[in-house]
């Protein structure tokens, strides 16, 4: 059984991110997806609270087994979870700063990694055992954009999900 983790700050959730799991889904036909808002990431500062992105992402991803995730390290959370072989899915962005995360060769013990390359963000000419490359479409976008965005209270339409756009007016997310 391939199990597909997704995790991210989702700060909040655009449709590059849901471009980036659905172009997963097409190549590695996982049997679960499971999405993973990081309560407390240990790389960046997040704006809306963890109940409100764990929201959003429901929104954005209504198909996947999304929660809250208390691990503020990739690698915390695999040990935790200890499932056999789990696919870990990121952006070539994310790919790119990889050899920075906490303890990144036992990420690469505890899991296989999916990585998605989209127009704009360079390929690594070294690919290490258990990383796989796919390709998907993804307009470029930025959770920072929409934030911004947001809080001069332009429109955010086409940058995320329908859903995760109400939900963000909603809840009064990103405004000053």
């Not at 790919?95 to 899991?111: C, M």
């Amino acid at each position: 059984m391939t199990v597909a983790l997704f995790g991210g700050a989702f700060d909040p959730p655009h449709v590059g991110h849901v471009a980036l799991l659905e172009a997963a889904r097409e190549r590695f036909s996982p049997d679960e997806v499971r999405v993973f808002v990081v309560a407390k990431p240990g790389h960046k500062d997040v704006v809306a609270d963890a109940p409100s992105r764990l929201r959003l992402a429901e929104a954005a991803f209504p198909e996947a087994n999304v929660e809250l995730d208390d691990h503020a390290r990739t690698v915390d959370m695999l040990r935790d979870l200890d499932l056999e072989e789990p696919l870990f899915l990121i952006g070539a962005d994310e790919w790119r700063d990889f050899a920075d995360w906490k303890e990144p060769d036992e990420v690469l013990r505890l899991a296989r990694l999916g990585v998605g390359t989209r127009a704009g963000v360079e390929d690594t000419t070294e690919t290490p055992e258990r990383v796989m490359f796919f390709w998907f479409d993804s307009p470029p976008v930025a959770s920072s954009e929409i934030r911004a965005r947001v809080a001069r209270g332009v429109p955010i339409d086409g940058l995320v999900p329908p859903a995760v756009a109400d939900l963000i007016w909603d809840l009064g997310l990103y405004r000053r």
